[in-house]
């Protein structure tokens, strides 16, 4: 299966616009000689002469041609010569010629070896479900698109399905791209919701279906100019696009709602035509709606320029939202006719009206006292300020992706049937849960190394519809299947959600690198290492603290006396090159089998190499002809060393991977796990971190900067359009309440400050930049009309009371889908709500 998959499919699927790589979970064919030493050393030969033989009959050789150029004159015609090309069969390896000897009589490869067709790699094993099968894992390219790389690789294995064997079949039993699929569908079904919603609010406050009708046209509208923008960037319509859409609803509608609220209260108030009170009330907001739009553009910009992963979700969002704000084109509203719901709309205007006059009393109260409401205002800057310092960092939520991974790293030194004891184990444990649907598991292979103790499952779990509620999530199936390995005593083994973004680390959680910078030696960064792994075990904060990689393992030590072989009458080459055939298999040269080329190993045979003893009874022939066995000139010793060496920026490097405890944050568990580096590590180490939590700080130390950036873009604009210092300051006087109200939600929530939240932050700015924006637009025209500041300030407060209310309910509503979320990338909608 493994060659049939190498020779027919592989290849084939590489050639697919947006595959990166196909990776083999089998092995292709390759003749496999496997040495008996006992029978060479009978016949007095080495496995150096096995291998020479190999090499020199199994040759292919360029015979040339008869009557090639020049030539006589003579000649009349040309033929190509053809000799014995590269052998085919085991047969034809096993009749190799070793030695010939005087009487005629030959040793063969037959006599001393077993030649089979074998596996080319038999160092790892994949199961499905428990039945053994090969697979392909087909890696993505840069920049490519998933969902369509995904479709083409199915419509090609269904092209290639037809050229199958009859007992031949396939599946997908493990793909990312269901969560791709099923959190568009999500946020598209969020993305109607929130339309729905805010369409209410604006019926509620407009009561005339028509003057409903007319903001809720700006949305398709504004919608279809976020998609071309997007298409001008270059993105796709991702998650992270549509959440800014969704995001954008709310904010979309402001601009109509005001101008069809102002027109609105003209025809009510002073009984003018729809017409005249448009061309009057566009004549009051013009200066407004500029100033507003301008605003929720440029207040997404600065996103837009930063760098890596963080500053790829901040540009998403930062195209879509800017595009949304686009102002349209608007008809003016029409007198609809009143619906059945007349008597309701009665009593909320009169409630309103009365709440109205409430809010416009306490305004003038407030401005009779500036100093108190001043020293007010200060107050409520340094609890924001002191509240938003004590929300733990984050970089993004940990997802239900529809999987999760269970790692296994045997014993040191577990053989790949060991390691599957523990695998099959888990497999029995994970079957049995509800949640699951398929189990593929390689032996010999995880994220951390290859080796026969290690180990990797990948659980697909049943679509999210299928398992509704947390007790049926990944996360509650990780800490399920982390108190059942406990009891496995074969392997340490740790189940784990994927990481948030892929390619940034391996799972979920945070990545530390600890680094020997002064050359303390491999043992004091194995001492290092696990002093941060015992003080991590006891801290609460903490959870599933492990290394990565593979440790250490046992080691034979051949220590050869170079003096002893030599006085034997040895080279030390040929002493090398014996141990290196019989116990690490050596590559002769190739073979052809069905018109493609594999490989010709030699290696001892299984039972020959089990043991130190094996070794030791290795025979080399010396310059006299005699074969002097490896226990004349060799002793072994066991000990313990390393199977792999690990560098990060240059310095040797260990790694400790974990995650935050439930209920607390994973910028706690960083402030944790540097607080135990710093305590335990000696002079001369340091620490790094990796993946998502090297992302995760950051963002935390972009977050001044971003807020920064956005309200100097936002100040300088303003006071551009209004020629003076001022007036900018008083909108912005503004944001410290929006802020402090996001900050209390996201702590009530119990979520981090991670990248959604700094959207948030930054959509806030812009609302609450827009709302002051109405308010002083309004104040600035009654006073330059003979009113006095007091005066104007007042009338402006009453008139736009009825405009903030609407686009502030409309988008707060539109955050509601967001905010009781459910089903795949709930938890990323889930962040983006509060703030």
Not at 189 to 196: D, Q
Not at 644 to 667: D, F, H, I, K
């Amino acid at each position: 299966m493994g060659n049939f998959a190498e020779n027919n499919i592989r290849n084939e699927l590489r050639r697919i616009d947006g595959v990166g790589d196909v990776q083999l979970f089998g092995s292709p064919y390759a003749m496999r000689i496997w040495l008996d030493p006992q029978k060479l050393a009978g016949y007095s030969l080495s496995a150096s002469e096995a291998l020479a033989a190999v090499q020199e009959q199994n040759s292919q050789t360029a015979g040339g041609s008869i009557g090639a150029q020049p030539l006589n004159r003579t000649a009349e015609f040309t033929a190509q010569i053809i000799t014995q090309n590269r052998f085919a069969t085991p047969e034809q390896f096993r009749q190799i010629i070793i030695r010939a000897n005087p009487d005629g009589s030959a040793v063969r490869l037959g006599d001393v070896a077993r030649v089979e067709l074998g596996k080319d790699n038999y160092g790892f094993r994949l199961t499905l479900n428990g039945k053994e099968t090969v697979g392909l894992a087909v890696q993505l390219a840069s920049g490519a698109n998933a969902l369509a790389t995904a479709d083409a690789v199915t419509a090609k294995m269904k092209q290639l399905q037809t050229s199958f064997p009859a007992d031949v079949t396939w599946s997908v039993p493990f793909t990312t791209t269901p969560f791709i699929t099923a959190s568009v569908d999500s946020v598209i079904h969020t993305l109607v919701e929130a339309m729905i919603l805010v369409f209410l609010v604006m019926f509620l406050f407009l009561q005339n279906w028509r003057a409903t009708l007319i903001p809720a046209i700006v949305v398709p509208i504004a919608l279809g100019g976020a998609c071309i923008g997007l298409l001008a960037f270059g993105f796709s319509i991702n998650t992270l696009s549509l959440f800014g859409m969704v995001v954008a609803i709310g904010i979309l509608v402001d601009d109509a709602i005001v101008v069809v609220e102002n027109v609105e209260r003209i025809m009510s108030e002073e009984g003018l035509s729809p017409r005249r009170a448009t061309v009057k009330a566009m004549g009051q907001i013009t200066g407004a709606i500029i100033g507003i739009t301008l605003v929720l553009v440029a207040v997404f910009i600065p996103m837009a320029f930063f760098p890596g992963s963080t500053g790829g979700i901040y540009r998403q969002f930062s195209v879509t939202l800017a595009e949304d704000a686009h102002p349209e084109d608007r008809p003016e509203p029409k007198p609809g006719v009143r619906g059945l719901p007349q008597r309701f709309f009665n009593w909320f205007n009169d409630k309103f009206g009365r709440g109205t006059e409430k809010y416009t009393g306490g305004v003038k109260r407030m401005m009779s006292r500036p100093v108190r409401w001043l020293a007010v205002f200060a107050v409520v800057v340094v609890v924001t300020g002191l509240m938003f310092t004590r929300i733990p960092g984050g970089f993004l939520p940990t997802e239900d992706q529809g999987y999760i991974f269970v790692s296994y790293d045997a014993a040191p030194g577990a053989t790949l049937e060991r390691t599957g004891e523990a695998i099959t184990k888990v497999e029995k444990f994970l079957h049995a849960q509800p949640q699951v649907s398929d189990i593929v598991s390689v032996a010999g292979f995880n994220f951390f190394g290859q080796g026969q103790a290690a180990g990797i499952s990948f659980v697909n779990l049943k679509p999210w519809h299928d398992r509704k509620g947390t007790e049926n999530n990944s996360t509650t199936l990780v800490g399920k299947t982390m108190g059942f390995v406990q009891s496995i005593p074969e392997a340490t083994i740790f189940a784990l959600d994927p990481p948030p973004i892929q390619a940034l680390g391996n799972a979920t959680g945070f990545s530390m690198k600890i680094e020997d910078r002064s050359g303390l030696g491999a043992a004091a960064l194995q001492q290092a290492q696990g002093a941060i792994l015992a003080k991590a075990s006891q801290n609460k904060t903490l959870m599933g603290v492990r290394p990565e990689g593979l440790g250490p393992a046992p080691q034979l030590y051949v220590d050869i006396d170079r003096i002893q072989a030599r006085a034997l009458g040895l080279q030390i080459a040929d002493v090398n090159q014996t141990l290196s055939i019989a116990f690490g298999s050596a590559y002769a040269n190739d073979f052809v089998r069905e018109g493609n080329v594999l490989r010709v190993y030699l290696q001892a045979d299984a039972p020959q190499r089990m043991s130190p003893d094996d070794v030791l009874a290795l025979r080399v022939r010396n310059s006299q002809g005699n074969m002097v066995p490896f226990s004349a000139f060799t002793k072994v010793r066991w000990q313990n060393g390393p199977q792999q060496l690990e560098r990060y920026n240059g310095y040797p490097s260990l790694t400790v991977s974990g995650m935050a405890a439930p209920g607390q944050s994973t910028g706690t568990a960083l402030k944790q796990m540097e607080k135990i580096a710093r305590e335990v590590m000696p002079a001369g180490m340091s620490f790094e971190w990796t993946g998502t939590a090297y992302e995760e700080q950051q963002a935390g130390g972009q977050i001044g900067l971003l807020l920064g950036l956005s309200l100097i873009v936002v100040f300088l604009l303003l006071a551009a359009l209004y020629e003076s210092w001022a007036i900018p300051l008083a909108v912005l006087l503004v944001v410290p309440f929006g802020v402090l109200g996001a900050v209390l939600m996201t702590i009530f929530r119990g979520f981090s400050a991670d990248v959604y939240f700094n959207v948030g932050l930054i959509t806030i700015i812009g609302l609450a930049a827009k709302n002051a924006i109405l308010i002083v637009e309004f104040a600035i025209e009654d006073e330059e009309g003979g009113r006095s500041p007091f005066e104007a300030t007042l009338e402006a407060a009453r008139q736009r009371l009825r405009p903030i209310l609407m686009t502030s309910l409309a988008f707060i509503l539109g955050m509601v889908p967001l905010f009781i979320a459910t089903g795949a990338g709930a938890a990323s909608r889930r962040a983006v709500a509060p703030a």
